[in-house]
């Protein structure tokens, strides 16, 4: 006998299909919103540094290629919430306060703006690659594999683009720091 038995919550008005599956599709559904939010807040994030770009013609290429693939996993996290019966009217009012609070940070960015975007960039791709790794366990926790494999895709993604930025975030340092030191020595004259 169980004797670490705890009654499941009063609320709830009709008893589970598959036991704990019931509650795992909760929590996704609830990760898969988050997940959006964060891949709204991406795409507005990536195009305010897209913009910056002129002079990194590589590096904005490639974030380019990555609003692209955003803007379809925002399309596709949606799809998967909706696959799942999920009411998804609301998903597009979160991404609106997102841009919002990002324009605004965009605005208080000075200067050295090159290499603070490399940064956000950077860990953003991070925390996107362990939301990802997580939203995949669950979703095959919740027996939703196609969601699943979705996920995972889009993981793959994110973790290119962390490569590449990986990859080529030195390069952009030494032109940024060539470019400066040359801007000043024309000041200087
Ligand atoms: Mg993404
Ligand atoms: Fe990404």
């Known amino acids: 006998m169980n004797t670490h038995y705890t009654p ?6 009709t008893p589970p299909l598959h ?3 019931s509650h795992a599709r909760e929590e996704l559904a609830d990760w898969l919103r ?4 964060m891949e709204m807040q991406a795409e507005a994030m990536l195009k305010g540094q897209a913009a910056r770009l002129e002079n990194y013609p590589q590096l904005k290429a490639r974030i380019e290629q990555h ?3 955003t803007q379809r996993q925002a399309r596709d996290v949606e799809q998967c919430l909706k696959s799942m019966g999920e009411d998804t009217s609301a998903l ?11 324009q605004a940070m965009g605005g208080m960015i000075m200067g050295d703006e090159v290499i603070k975007g490399a940064l956000v960039g950077y860990s953003f791709e991070h925390m996107e690659i362990a939301s990802y790794t ?6 095959e926790a919740a027996g939703e594999q196609e969601i699943a494999s979705v996920c995972e895709r889009i993981l793959g993604e994110e973790r290119a683009m962390a490569e590449w930025l990986s990859a080529h975030t030195p390069e952009v340092v030494r032109k940024y720091l060539a470019r400066a030191e040359s801007e000043s020595a024309k000041s200087k004259r």
């Open 67 to 69: 609003i692209t693939e």
């Open 8 to 13: 499941r919550e009063p609320t709830r008005t």
């Open 134 to 139: 997580v939203l995949t366990a669950a979703a």
């Open 34 to 37: 988050d997940a959006h939010a």
């Open 19 to 21: 036991g704990e599956t």
């Open 92 to 102: 597009k009012d979160s991404g609106g306060k997102a841009m919002a609070m990002m």
